[in-house]
């Protein structure tokens, strides 16, 4: 069955400080990830894409990796800012069968003063 | 500006109740979808458009409905609308139909629905 764990489920950090979300998949046939960051109260925005031939993408002071060999990703967050508080969701393309899209449950980020 | 926009944005009602959620979009993208977010587990996928009069269950279409009958909306229906429906649902939209996850999905502002 095709899954999309992440890690931790949540997570409070400080003001200036950096922090790795992670995203493991058993998703098979593979094409892209991509993290989408949603906000209290609105819908999830994408931040980032990676497909099987990239490893690292920045967008920002967001930093995201993918080893395609152990199908994990992370997203790291550099120099933490309050406005870094939401949830990030980690999502994979299954190749084929109509490109379904399998979503992670989410990263909870506070990020506190 | 190019948005998804979905009505309402909270409802309250009672079982049994028919009731419509809309969905607009003013991007002209071929592929619409709708979603669920629960506590827990996530965005499942209720039902998506591929386009105009195209449509095909998600992961969980039991209880909802949909039509496509103009590229623009795309509007969920609970024809009988039970508790176990309470939920924040989300419309989402994106350019092109093959290689969908190629390209991002833009996110309506969700509507939260309280069956009661």
């Known amino acids: 069955k095709n899954q999309v764990e992440q890690s931790p489920q949540s997570l409070i950090i400080l003001e200036g400080k950096n922090c790795t979300l992670q995203c493991n998949y058993t998703v098979s046939p593979f094409s892209n990830l991509r993290w989408y960051k949603q906000d209290t109260g609105r819908g999830p925005v994408s931040l980032t894409i990676?497909?099987?031939?990239?490893n690292t993408k920045s967008n920002g002071r967001y930093t995201a990796t993918l080893d395609a060999d152990t199908k994990q990703s992370s997203l790291h967050i550099t120099a933490s800012q309050l406005s870094d508080s939401a949830s990030y969701i980690c999502v994979v393309t299954v190749t084929g069968g109509g490109n379904k899209l399998t979503f992670g449950t989410g990263t909870q980020l506070k990020v506190e003063l | 500006e190019a948005q998804v926009t979905q009505n309402p944005r909270y409802l309250i009602t009672v079982t049994g109740k028919k009731l419509t959620v809309t969905c607009s979009q003013n991007m002209n993208h071929e592929y619409m979808s709708w979603y669920r977010q629960d506590p827990g587990l996530g965005l499942r996928q209720i039902y998506y458009?591929?386009?105009?009069?195209?449509?095909d269950k998600g992961d969980v279409p039991e209880g909802y409905k949909v039509s496509r009958k103009e590229k623009r909306n795309f509007p969920l229906i609970l024809e009988s609308p039970s508790p176990n429906q309470t939920s924040l649902y989300f419309c989402a939209s994106s350019l092109r139909v093959t290689g969908v996850g190629d390209q991002p999905q833009h996110f309506g502002d969700g509507t939260r629905l309280s069956i009661l």
């Open positions: 990676m497909t099987f031939s990239e």
């Open positions: 458009s591929m386009n105009v009069e195209v449509t």
